[in-house]
């Protein structure tokens, strides 16, 4: 075949293609029948068993194929024609689906008369956004109310589906997953696209190599680069309150960890993330060492020198750097049996601050919030475990 003679043939098989499926779509819209004559559940189960297909395919198929037959007249034409293939068809029911209940029939029906129009010279993509701006083209005159009530109604299903998980892989990873308002996920992927802007590439010495400046790595690679790039740029200081301290990472090492070339840390934060508990949160004296200096994440050296953290009677509140200092030593609250972690907790005085209580390390233990209210409950009292846990007892 010649070159022209290849280009032709194609066109006509698309087309053909399209009349072919047009045609199988119109036959299954009116096979119930046959569904019930074998006991399916439905036309779409029978076809599913008896040709092959998958069931989310065929019931896809069966969902198109009925609204082909009673709402799509226009589009069904199309097919029919071989001027819309099956993806084109696809895209435009779901354009006139997404349409406001209160759209008149006419309006949907110029909308579908335009986007078949526009299908013999867009592909799936850009028809899929005329479509979503449709009412602009055929109904100019409520577009604007009628985009926003469905922005609201978007944003308001939007907000009611988002999530965010953490699991540990037990291979010094966590896999997160979330679901976010789009608005929300463009944002994010603004703000990570911007720490993938291309860099002269470097050799392990720091030294630019030669040869192409921009490093080929995948974009998701480069995606997950950057959303730790972005973690370690986040300012604490201009975070929420967290735990009645400012939002902050801790790094514990002791001073000869610090020092040796090879040796292990460890990093005090959220504490609910789920999965392998063998890994934990643990990092190497290496990685401490440049994490305390390039992503304000406070260092705490064991051994080496430390804020004045014992107040005594000179002040009722625990500071910010004694709250830090709990938060080391307690890494939990000390509730016998609970593992919410120190940053959800609250500094407590084991001897009352009233009448006596000094506002010292010594004295003071990190509660969350249940356990707070317990302790000073006249209900409770406290039994120091040997392991610095407290049970509580029920006063009888």
Do not use: N
């Given at each position: 075949m010649t070159v022209s003679e290849k280009a032709a043939a194609l066109r006509e098989l698309v087309a053909a293609e399209a009349q072919l499926v047009e045609l199988?779509?119109?036959?299954?819209?009116?096979?119930?029948?046959l569904a019930a004559d074998t006991a399916a559940k439905d036309a779409?189960?029978?076809?599913?068993?008896?040709?092959?297909?998958?069931?989310?395919?065929?019931?896809?198929?069966?969902?198109?194929?009925?609204?082909?037959?009673?709402?799509?007249?226009?589009?069904?034409?199309?097919?029919?024609?071989?001027?819309?293939s099956l993806a084109r068809a696809r895209v435009i029911d779901r354009a006139l689906r997404l349409l406001?209940?209160?759209?008149?029939?006419?309006?949907?029906?110029?909308?579908?008369?335009?986007?078949?129009?526009?299908?013999?010279?867009?592909?799936?993509?850009e028809l899929g956004r005329i479509g979503r701006r449709i009412l602009d083209v055929v109904a100019p005159e409520i577009a604007e109310a009628t985009e926003a009530a469905r922005l609201a109604d978007l944003e308001t299903h939007a907000a009611d589906l988002t999530?965010?998980?953490?699991?540990?892989?037990?291979?010094?990873?966590?896999?997160l997953s979330s679901r976010l308002p789009d608005a929300a996920a463009t944002r994010l992927a603004t703000y990570l696209e911007a720490f993938t802007n291309p860099r002269a590439a470097r050799d392990p010495q720091g030294a630019a190599t030669a040869g192409d400046p921009v490093p080929r790595l995948a974009y998701p690679k480069r995606m997950g680069q950057?959303?730790?790039?972005?973690?370690?740029?986040?300012?604490?200081?201009?975070?929420?309150?967290?735990?009645?301290?400012?939002?902050?990472?801790?790094?514990?090492?002791?001073?000869?960890?610090?020092?040796?070339?090879?040796?292990?840390?460890?990093?005090i934060g959220?504490?609910?993330?789920?999965?392998?508990?063998?890994?934990?949160?643990?990092?190497?004296?290496?990685?401490?060492?440049?994490?305390?200096?390039?992503?304000?994440?406070?260092?705490?050296?064991?051994?080496?020198?430390?804020?004045?953290?014992?107040?005594?009677?000179?002040?009722?509140?625990?500071?910010?750097?004694?709250?830090?200092?709990?938060?080391?030593?307690?890494?939990t609250c000390r509730g016998e049996g609970c593992d919410v972690p120190g940053t959800w907790c609250e500094a407590h005085h084991l001897d009352p601050w009233v009448p006596t209580g000094r506002t010292d390390l010594d004295n003071g233990?990190?509660?969350?919030?249940?356990?707070?209210?317990?302790a000073h409950g006249p209900r409770w009292r406290l039994q120091r475990l040997p392991n610095g846990d407290y049970r509580f007892h029920r006063r009888r």
């Open positions: 199988r779509l119109r036959i299954l819209a009116d096979a119930g029948d779409a189960g029978w076809l599913a068993q008896h040709t092959r297909t998958s069931y989310a395919d065929a019931r896809s198929d069966l969902r198109l194929a009925g609204a082909l037959d009673r709402e799509r007249p226009a589009v069904a034409a199309a097919m029919r024609e071989g001027a819309a406001p209940a209160g759209v008149g029939a006419e309006t949907v029906a110029a909308a579908e008369a335009h986007l078949v129009d526009r299908a013999g010279e867009f592909g799936p993509k999530r965010l998980t953490m699991r540990r892989l037990g291979d010094g990873t966590t896999r950057a959303f730790v790039q972005l973690l370690e740029s986040l300012d604490p200081t201009r975070l929420p309150i967290h735990g009645g301290d400012a939002t902050t990472l801790v790094v514990t090492v002791s001073l000869d960890a610090l020092r040796a070339d090879l040796a292990t840390a460890d990093l959220a504490g609910l993330v789920p999965g392998d508990d063998l890994t934990g949160d643990q990092l190497t004296a290496a990685q401490a060492r440049r994490l305390a200096c390039t992503a304000k994440i406070l260092p705490v050296v064991l051994g080496g020198d430390s804020l004045p953290l014992d107040l005594g009677r000179t002040r009722r509140l625990y500071t910010p750097a004694q709250r830090k200092a709990l938060l080391v030593r307690d890494r233990v990190l509660p969350c919030s249940h356990h707070h209210h317990r």
